[in-house]
């Protein structure tokens, strides 16, 4: 992960601590998008392919790439796009290499004053530096050493914007593969991909089964059905409505069924209150391919498996 950058939501002015995500470039070398520092984040209402994407140069290679736009889900419901640096000019080349024993710039000279061969007195001797009692140097944990950074110091929250629910029994998985989001046909793929990995069975869209509707979403998603699940995947560029919510929820308690939702653009702060109150799984989609847990219900599916 990249360096941990605060990130100020607009709508509630909660301060996130935010790493960019790191992408493969095919020199092998990772790359990590450079957020522009101080830029404030904005929330995203209106979704297009082409916006979602940013151009990023591998310091390695030189070479340009389209990587997704890196975002951060507010706990408020709020969807933020992240600024980065556009790419405008050639990345500084290294200086040449020192040779060893030669002094670098703006280091002193052999027999310059205060140097171990000038002779003179107060000159350096190896071995000689100050040092705290005891011989060791001061570490970041000890009392001596000047604090560390803190919400009063740096004004970001060090509160987590959302605390997962400690795992009651751990399942064993593999590393789940996400796959990059770029049409509403991958977002569905990708949320397919994933309840797979969660302990799904034969998840299916119901289109592709002979005879079966598709119900859960009721035209606000994509559904996909499975033994004992009815997801809803929300590829549109609007937060998911609390209609949409309520109408899963009854599918899945009428069905026997888990019901799950995914969402491309977030949800709407009262589907997330309802959802909570009905245990209602929630996961936010990000165009890197991997569903991020949105409430408790859904720490609990991650921990416990359907």
């Known amino acids: 992960m990249g360096e941990n950058v605060p990130v100020r939501c607009p709508a509630c002015r909660r301060t996130h601590g935010y790493a960019p995500p790191v992408y493969p470039c095919p020199c092998g070398v990772p790359v990590v998008p450079p957020l522009l520092k101080g830029a404030p984040a904005e929330p995203i209402t209106h979704r297009t392919w082409t916006d979602d994407w940013v151009t990023v140069r591998c310091g390695a290679c030189g070479r340009h790439d389209q990587w997704p736009q890196p975002e951060l889900g507010c706990p408020c419901g709020t969807v933020l796009r992240v600024p980065v640096r556009p790419v405008t000019a050639a990345p500084k080349r290294p200086s040449a290499p020192t040779a060893p024993g030669a002094p670098g710039?703006?280091?002193?000279?052999?027999?310059?004053?205060?140097?171990?061969?000038?002779?003179?007195?107060?000159?350096?001797?190896?071995?000689?530096?100050?040092?705290?009692?005891?011989?060791?140097?001061?570490?970041?944990?000890?009392?001596?050493?000047?604090?560390?950074?803190?919400?009063?110091?740096?004004?970001?929250?060090?509160?987590?914007?959302?605390?997962?629910?400690?795992?009651?029994?751990?399942?064993?998985?593999?590393?789940?593969?996400?796959?990059?989001?770029?049409?509403?046909?991958?977002?569905?793929?990708?949320?397919?991909?994933?309840?797979?990995?969660?302990?799904?069975?034969?998840?299916?869209?119901?289109?592709?089964?002979?005879?079966?509707?598709?119900?859960?979403?009721?035209?606000?998603?994509?559904d996909l059905r499975g033994p004992g699940l009815v997801a809803q995947v929300d590829p549109t560029t609007r937060p998911t409505s609390l209609r949409a919510v309520e109408c899963l929820w009854l599918t899945g308690l009428a069905a026997s069924a888990t019901s799950v939702s995914f969402s491309l653009a977030g949800y709407e702060e009262k589907a997330r209150a309802r959802a909570d109150r009905l245990r209602l799984p929630l996961f936010v989609l990000d165009l890197t391919g991997t569903p991020q847990p949105l409430n408790g219900p859904a720490d609990e599916l991650i921990a416990r498996g359907p």
């Open 105 to 222: 710039p703006g280091a002193p000279g052999p027999g310059a004053p205060g140097t171990p061969d000038s002779g003179t007195p107060g000159a350096a001797r190896p071995g000689a530096a100050d040092s705290p009692p005891g011989g060791t140097d001061s570490q970041p944990g000890d009392p001596e050493s000047p604090p560390g950074a803190t919400a009063s110091a740096t004004g970001v929250s060090t509160v987590p914007a959302h605390i997962p629910l400690p795992r009651t029994a751990a399942v064993p998985r593999p590393t789940f593969r996400p796959v990059t989001i770029r049409t509403a046909r991958d977002a569905v793929t990708t949320a397919a991909l994933y309840l797979h990995w969660l302990g799904f069975q034969d998840v299916v869209q119901p289109e592709d089964v002979p005879g079966t509707a598709p119900a859960a979403g009721g035209g606000f998603g994509v």
